[in-house]
């Protein structure tokens, strides 16, 4: 049974910190690449961040880029995200996703992430 679990959510102040963590099992964790979305309330999940299945590129969203990082653990099959400066703009749910290039993709239930004084 594949299971995608997101922890870390939360509320935090503007400028704040918080680190994701998307627990995997089920698959193959090492063969998938991974990445994190996000939805805003009223608007379309956008990509986030994403990384190679084994950790040598990533990608980010321009409105992230210098604040998210993207890592991940094959080891603990869990791959995270590290997000500092955070932005009221930063408020939405976060999900990560596992993809073996299309052929399977799989997706967490989500965390909700609020920034906000």
């Known amino acids: 049974q594949v299971q995608l679990v997101e922890s870390g959510g939360g509320l935090v102040q503007p400028g704040g910190s918080l680190r994701l963590s998307c627990a995997t099992s089920?698959?193959?964790?090492?063969?998938?690449?991974m990445s994190w979305y996000r939805q805003a309330p009223g608007k379309e999940r956008e990509l986030v961040a994403a990384i190679t299945s084994a950790g040598g590129r990533t990608n980010y969203a321009d409105s992230v880029k210098g604040r998210f990082t993207i890592s991940r653990d094959n080891a603990k099959n869990t791959v995270y995200l590290q997000m500092n400066s955070l932005k009221p703009a930063d408020t939405a749910v976060y999900y990560c996703k596992a993809d073996l290039k299309g052929y399977y993709i799989y997706w967490g239930q989500g965390t909700q992430v609020t920034v906000s004084s």
């Open positions: 089920g698959f193959t964790f090492s063969s998938y690449a």
